[in-house]
């Protein structure tokens, strides 16, 4: 497989953040990155929206962000392109977006959280995986997972 690389959205591939495309069944559990870069923009002192790319080429989008009153970071709204799934691209964005958190971007705390859906099977087992687990929080119809860096 080549190597996943996450690339800050800017100018030269928000456009291709924008045209990825999910499973008709998937689209009730990601927001789409319009919405997503959207927030990023509000948030900008302490989210950073990220393009996942393969070879140069855009194939997923994923964001994080630091609440500054619960000191944990999250991370939103990962999808890969319909096109681009089920090669292990996600866990290599998801595993990338840990590795930047370590580096501290917005504040001193190793508590990783997302939120997700009970129905998205893939995506519960890909963060059982990665070492999250439930934390008893729901927001809507999702559930909330945490993990340490350690």
């Not at 709204?77 to 319909?82: E, K, Q, W």
């Amino acid at each position: 497989m080549d190597r996943i690389t996450l690339q800050k959205v800017d100018e030269s591939n928000f456009i291709d953040c924008f045209s990825l495309k999910l499973d008709a069944q998937q689209e009730k559990f990601v927001s789409h990155p319009i919405r997503s870069l959207a927030q990023a923009y509000v948030y900008y002192k302490q989210c950073t929206p990220f393009a996942v790319c393969r070879a140069g080429q855009v194939v997923g989008y994923l964001m994080v962000i630091y609440d500054y009153d619960e000191e944990a970071y999250f991370i939103w709204h990962l999808m890969i392109d319909v096109q681009h799934q089920g090669r292990g691209y996600g866990r290599a964005a998801m595993e990338s977006a840990l590795a930047y958190i370590r580096t501290k971007p917005f504040g001193d705390s190793d508590t990783v959280r997302l939120t997700v859906s009970p129905e998205n099977s893939a995506a519960c087992h890909l963060y059982r995986t990665l070492r999250f687990a439930a934390t008893g929080r729901v927001d809507e119809d999702e559930i909330e997972l945490e993990r340490t860096l350690a």
